[in-house]
């Protein structure tokens, strides 16, 4: 989610040195972050979710390191709460997962513009469903392991790096372009430091 974000976010010189590279990665970053989300609150019986993580904390109420039963389960009970209000967006999470990067519906593929309607979802409605689920799986692991800690998987924004690199060589390349032809009339770069970027 935050690689496209971040790509939804980057300027159109950077990402103006590879469309087909950067708009697949885009494209699959979003795809994978739905099939994620539905996985996370998917509705098949007996499959892990943040629902029965929570069913099983209240059943192992007493064996949670911080706070007494009353706690956990008050902490239980906001948590339930937060996934009703986000019910909506897991919903159109789960129909277009199943419409769409799970299996093709025939009905998606004759009229894809149907499936937006019918399950309408944005870019900060998929953040917003991951930031809240990040908030319970933070409040539940720290009342049951005593600890509390950022969820992240190492390198996890490896991705800033390479951009930074494609930023500075595209810099060095405007610059080049306006020592010889004068002002730079393509995609604009709003950092290049000491270039007159024109406007894209």
């Known amino acids: 989610m935050d690689l496209a974000r971040r790509l939804l976010e980057a300027d159109a010189a950077v990402l103006g040195v590879a469309w087909t590279f950067f708009g697949l990665t885009l494209d699959g970053s979003l795809e994978l972050a739905q099939m994620v989300a539905a996985r996370i609150y998917d509705t098949t019986r007996g499959t892990v979710t943040v629902k029965s993580m929570l069913r099983e904390a209240a059943v192992q109420s007493g064996s949670f390191q911080r706070g007494d039963r009353s706690q956990v389960t008050e902490a239980i009970t906001r948590s339930e709460k937060i996934i009703d209000v986000l019910e909506q ?31 309408s979802l944005t870019v900060p409605d998929l953040q917003r469903v991951f930031a809240e689920t990040k908030k319970i799986l933070i409040v539940i692991s720290g009342w049951y392991e005593g600890a509390v800690g950022e969820l992240r998987f190492l390198g996890h924004d490896d991705y800033k790096a390479a951009l930074d690199h494609i930023r500075q060589a595209k810099c060095s390349q405007i610059k080049i372009f306006e020592n010889e032809f004068g002002p730079w009339d393509g995609p604009a770069r709003k950092t290049v430091p000491d270039a007159a970027i024109g406007t894209p």
């Open 89 to 119: 967006l897991i919903s159109s999470i789960r129909t277009r997962r199943n419409e769409w990067p799970a299996h093709l519906d025939p009905r998606t593929v004759a009229d894809p513009k149907a499936l937006q309607e019918k399950a």
